[in-house]
């Protein structure tokens, strides 16, 4: 990455080294909660190689109390501000919390609004393989995937909970902002199906735009999105100019979207891919508290990775260890013939919670920050009493884990070891289903610790309910993909 501007990473004698950034922010999170998982991270030879381990122990940690993980949070985020900068296109460079406090360089940004053509929904439908399922026929999903592990139990009754009140669909009292309005996983289809109005923001490309608008107009909602003063109004002049790069123009989007009328619902679903990604999520952090300072209506949304790690409640466990126990044959055989590297145990027997630990090495330490940076963004919001819905995402078939050809082959095998990876218009509306369980029901139950908050509604695909450790069968399955890909 040779000379970014905008949002980037703080210089080093090295130049601007993602690995120390990641190994300080990490270790300033533990410092006060855990000083010895702090000298752990401080002396990491290896990050790229050697963050696993230290990504887990944030979690356990946390475990320790509500005020653990609170802090871990708070502190984790602080660092990260603290440290990353703006680099002005003239060359000046400013702290990340400052960059709102010096002159935009750029005009301000106006609003457009598209209106689609379409009649609301007002029944939860979900599209899965080949059908659109609602009603009995969606209950019976939602009963097999709880069954099979796929989803946690109150993720299926979130949805029910949202079937059972349709009128929750209509979401015109609130206005969902979609960071990253292009992103597969983003409930930007669902809500303007329903009728709502969704405040668009990502790139400044033409292909994005025309395929949002093209969406909009075969649906029953609005869209706002940014465009210059002087743009014209037809969709092609809109999807030519619209737009704005959160890495460089953070103060005019933060300006556009303080004027934005009625409750806001700021939705992250950004994604870049290696190390762009950390200076995106920091970049859409600086805007989150922007606006928290500015307005006090301001909700939060969050789609977490399954691949990651989590504490995972008894009942998750006890699923796995069930599973363990009636493939002892085979697992014993593969054990062997690897000499010990397949096949872990999920779980040790009985506890509670569990911790599961699905990070995947070839994502990479920037993408685990990326997305640790936004579930520390949601506990102290929640803790701030914000409304937040944060929900586990299930492993979804998108263009970027499909570039991987590793983790393509490992999806493909998934379904060998009870793991469902789902097609993205099934993942989106499920996730956005959820969010309007949570936005109607102010960010869902009150829980006392975090990790119950971010175990809540959970749809991980049933990484969390298999018998191994995802990382233990990761490579069979890479196999066995590759397999049914040649068959």
């Not at 691949?307 to 593969?334: K, M, N, W």
């Not at 590793?406 to 218009?425: Q, S, T």
Request: glycine share 10%; hydrophobic share 45%.
């Amino acid at each position: 990455m040779a000379n970014p501007t905008g949002v980037v990473f703080p210089r080093t004698d090295a130049g601007r080294s993602t690995s120390a950034l990641g190994r300080a922010v990490v270790a300033d999170a533990l410092r006060a909660v855990d000083p010895v998982g702090t000298r752990a991270v401080e002396h990491e030879t290896d990050w790229r190689h050697g963050y696993l381990g230290h990504f887990r122990r944030l979690v356990e940690a946390g475990l320790l109390s509500r005020d653990a993980a609170v802090t871990i949070a708070r502190d984790g985020l602080a660092s990260l501000h603290r440290r990353m900068t703006v680099l002005r296109a003239d060359g000046v460079e400013v702290g990340l919390g400052d960059v709102f406090a010096t002159p935009a360089q750029v005009e301000p940004l106006r609003t457009a609004t598209i209106a689609g053509a379409g009649e609301a929904e007002r029944e939860l439908s979900l599209p899965y393989r080949g059908r659109r399922l609602r009603g009995d026929d969606l209950c019976r999903r939602l009963d097999a995937w709880v069954a099979a592990g796929v989803v946690e139990p109150s993720c299926a009754e979130a949805v029910r909970v949202v079937m059972a009140n349709p009128d929750w669909l209509d979401l015109r009292d609130q206005r969902i902002v979609v960071l990253g309005a292009g992103a597969e996983m983003g409930p930007l289809p669902s809500v303007l199906r329903w009728g709502g109005d969704v405040v668009a923001v990502d790139l400044p490309r033409p292909e994005i735009w025309r395929r949002l608008l093209d969406t909009t107009r075969r649906g029953a909602g609005r869209l706002h999105l940014p465009v210059p003063a002087d743009t014209g109004p037809d969709d092609e002049a809109l999807a030519a100019r619209a737009g704005a790069d959160l890495l460089h123009h953070l103060p005019q989007v933060a300006d556009w979207l303080l004027g934005v009328e009625g409750r806001l619902v700021l939705g992250n679903y950004v994604y870049a891919d290696g190390a762009t990604n950390v200076r995106v999520a920091a970049a859409v952090d600086a805007l989150t508290l922007r606006l928290q300072e500015r307005r006090d209506d301001v909700a939060l949304a969050f789609l977490a990775t399954p691949t990651d790690v989590f504490a995972v409640p008894g009942d998750a466990v006890q699923h796995a260890e069930r599973g363990y126990a009636t493939r002892g044959i085979l697992r014993r055989s593969l054990r062997v013939a690897s000499g010990g590297r397949l096949l872990h145990r999920n779980y040790p027997p009985g506890v509670d919670p569990g911790v599961n630990d699905s990070l995947v090495p070839q994502q990479g330490p920037n993408y685990a920050l990326a997305k640790r940076l936004q579930r520390w963004r949601a506990t102290t919001a929640r803790d701030a009493g914000a409304t937040v819905s944060f929900t586990v995402a299930p492993p979804t078939r998108t263009r970027s884990v499909l570039r991987n050809r590793a983790l393509a082959a490992a999806y493909a095998g998934a379904h060998r070891f009870g793991i469902e990876v789902f097609d993205p218009a099934t993942s989106n509306t499920l996730m956005a289903a959820l969010l309007v369980h949570d936005l109607r029901t102010g960010g869902g139950p009150a829980l006392p610790h975090p990790w119950q908050d971010e175990a809540y509604g959970a749809a991980h695909g049933g990484l969390w309910r298999v018998p191994y450790t995802p990382r233990s069968a990761l490579g069979l399955a890479v196999l066995l993909g590759l397999g049914g890909a040649r068959t």
